[in-house]
């Protein structure tokens, strides 16, 4: 019996296993410089912060590495105790998560099963679905504004409203969303969550939370008291640099806490991780830093755009959709000779996009030359 011939196991699968399509992540720097053998590649392709986490939480990373023997703490006392602080909530609050996505995956096999459904939005992140149709509930997906709105591709809440039926347990919402950078301002929004049945948990996703400084972005942490069917996810993987480490968390009421951590894994979040983010929490200064280089390197993107005539989605987060006018797996290929990893989102329903993660100022600069030179055939 040779190892990689199909020996039947497929049919055994779990049903919604069997239909499931996997996440495929960004493509690594290590493995495009070994296949194209060249150095210096620039990976613009997963929203990374270019600039690093804070220098005080890899430090605290440094010295966590001295207990590597011992288990993390399975209740991440002190992170959670910060946490609460910072948002107002208790500590019972707070669930701890090895990345958001874990969050997202416990909230799904809590609350879906078979017969029941998820709603989200078209377009949205690529984890709503997987996780749905992971325990076999099925994924209701709402059409996204159209491509002339004022957020394009952006969620049309009505029509999510809309496809919540008496199966429906959760609402996925990501704001701002991704692979778009379309915000949902605060009023428009807090409208949604107060027409939701209250047997319906409205999820928003706030990976981009700390990258957006729009006037009427609603912080939705501080409705958590309003709304017991609200749950808030947050993440160190984006501007807190520290995606390698693999920490996010949930917020929600203490009732719907206690039932996430009826699923988790007992020490689902390492120690290392643990310690870095509880770090990185007190250096709003470089989180601002980084926001100011963000901005700055949105502003050098579009105008790359524009100087090539493309069209592109105003983002309010730390990449961007770009319209190449053709099939964007084809530019995503020309471009990785040229040393440059972005993102085809054809799988997103996109496919003549590219996403582009808001690099340092000298790799955007090596995007722009490069996507120059394949969009003028040169490349
Ligand atoms: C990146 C991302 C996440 C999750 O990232 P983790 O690394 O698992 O915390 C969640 N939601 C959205 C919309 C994202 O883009």
Same mark, same amino acid.
């Given at each position: 019996m040779s190892a990689d011939a199909a020996q039947g196991f497929f049919s055994l699968a779990c049903e919604g296993v069997q239909g499931l399509h996997p996440y495929e992540p960004g493509k690594p720097i290590s493995e495009l410089e070994r296949e194209y053998?060249?150095?210096n590649a620039v990976k613009l392709a997963s929203n990374e912060n270019p600039f690093g986490p804070a220098p005080g939480a890899v430090e605290a990373a440094r010295r966590a590495l001295d207990s590597l023997a011992l288990y993390p703490d399975g209740n991440a006392f002190a992170l959670k105790q910060a946490l609460a602080a910072r948002h107002g909530v208790e500590p019972a609050q707070v669930t701890v998560g090895n990345g958001s996505n874990d969050i997202l995956e416990l909230l799904a096999r809590v609350f879906l099963q078979p017969g029941l459904n998820a709603v989200f939005s078209a377009h /949205?992140? /690529?984890?709503y679905p997987i996780v749905t149709q992971a325990v076999g509930a099925t994924a209701k997906v709402a059409p996204a504004n159209p491509p002339g709105h004022v957020s394009p591709y952006g969620h049309d809440l009505e029509a999510m409203a809309q496809a919540v039926d008496e199966k429906t347990r959760i609402v996925f919402i990501a704001n701002p969303n991704n692979p778009t950078g379309t915000l949902l301002p605060a009023a428009e929004l807090k409208a949604f969550v107060s027409g939701l049945p209250a047997n319906v948990v409205v999820v928003i996703d706030e990976a981009y939370f700390e990258y957006v400084r729009q006037p009427d972005y609603p912080d939705t942490s501080r409705w958590l008291q309003e709304f017991p069917n609200l749950v808030v996810t947050r993440t160190f993987s984006k501007a807190y640099g520290l995606a390698g480490l693999r920490v996010g968390y949930g917020l929600a009421c203490a009732e719907i806490s206690e039932l996430l951590n009826r699923v988790r894994q007992p020490f689902n979040v390492n120690a290392v991780a643990q310690a870095a983010a509880l770090a990185a929490l007190d250096d709003q200064h470089h989180i601002d830093d980084c926001v100011k280089k963000n901005n700055a390197g949105l502003a050098q993107l579009a105008a790359g755009f524009e100087r090539a005539g493309l069209g592109y989605v105003p983002s309010v987060a730390n990449f961007v959709l770009v319209d190449v006018g053709r099939p964007g797996v084809e530019v995503y290929q020309r471009l990785l000779p040229h040393g440059v990893i972005v993102r085809p989102v054809a799988n997103y329903g996109l496919p003549g996009y590219l996403r582009v993660t808001v690099g340092s100022a000298d790799e955007n600069d090596k995007f722009l030359a490069a996507l120059d030179a394949v969009l003028g055939d040169r490349g």
């Amino acid at each position: 019996m040779s190892a990689d011939a199909a020996q039947g196991f497929f049919s055994l699968a779990c049903e919604g296993v069997q239909g499931l399509h996997p996440y495929e992540p960004g493509k690594p720097i290590s493995e495009l410089e070994r296949e194209y053998g060249i150095d210096n590649a620039v990976k613009l392709a997963s929203n990374e912060n270019p600039f690093g986490p804070a220098p005080g939480a890899v430090e605290a990373a440094r010295r966590a590495l001295d207990s590597l023997a011992l288990y993390p703490d399975g209740n991440a006392f002190a992170l959670k105790q910060a946490l609460a602080a910072r948002h107002g909530v208790e500590p019972a609050q707070v669930t701890v998560g090895n990345g958001s996505n874990d969050i997202l995956e416990l909230l799904a096999r809590v609350f879906l099963q078979p017969g029941l459904n998820a709603v989200f939005s078209a377009h /949205a992140f /690529a984890v709503y679905p997987i996780v749905t149709q992971a325990v076999g509930a099925t994924a209701k997906v709402a059409p996204a504004n159209p491509p002339g709105h004022v957020s394009p591709y952006g969620h049309d809440l009505e029509a999510m409203a809309q496809a919540v039926d008496e199966k429906t347990r959760i609402v996925f919402i990501a704001n701002p969303n991704n692979p778009t950078g379309t915000l949902l301002p605060a009023a428009e929004l807090k409208a949604f969550v107060s027409g939701l049945p209250a047997n319906v948990v409205v999820v928003i996703d706030e990976a981009y939370f700390e990258y957006v400084r729009q006037p009427d972005y609603p912080d939705t942490s501080r409705w958590l008291q309003e709304f017991p069917n609200l749950v808030v996810t947050r993440t160190f993987s984006k501007a807190y640099g520290l995606a390698g480490l693999r920490v996010g968390y949930g917020l929600a009421c203490a009732e719907i806490s206690e039932l996430l951590n009826r699923v988790r894994q007992p020490f689902n979040v390492n120690a290392v991780a643990q310690a870095a983010a509880l770090a990185a929490l007190d250096d709003q200064h470089h989180i601002d830093d980084c926001v100011k280089k963000n901005n700055a390197g949105l502003a050098q993107l579009a105008a790359g755009f524009e100087r090539a005539g493309l069209g592109y989605v105003p983002s309010v987060a730390n990449f961007v959709l770009v319209d190449v006018g053709r099939p964007g797996v084809e530019v995503y290929q020309r471009l990785l000779p040229h040393g440059v990893i972005v993102r085809p989102v054809a799988n997103y329903g996109l496919p003549g996009y590219l996403r582009v993660t808001v690099g340092s100022a000298d790799e955007n600069d090596k995007f722009l030359a490069a996507l120059d030179a394949v969009l003028g055939d040169r490349g």
